[in-house]
């Protein structure tokens, strides 16, 4: 996404494989988000909570914004926790 690049200077990745996140953001040295975009009204299939579960067991963490203004505030969030 153009805007985490600005913004923190990383690109994000694009997955696109069915169930995982639609994107990984590494967001500092060894450490990433999973941001999988849903809209507002939309649905986390089955697939995709059964990722999550495995992600989250292997200390990933998993998000489902509804823009980019919070998948970008996301991304600050994290970096923030940290100390970036």
Known sequence: ???IRRMFGVDSIK???SGWPDRIVPYAPGRCLWL???QPTGVIAQKQKIRKKDLN???HEV???TSKREAVAIVAQA???IGM
Request: glycine share 12%.
């Open 1 to 3: 996404m153009l805007e």
């Open 63 to 65: 998000f489902y914004p």
């Open 57 to 59: 067991k292997m200390g």
């Open 15 to 17: 997955v696109g494989h």
């Open 36 to 38: 999988e975009f849903k």
């Open 79 to 81: 970096r923030r926790k």
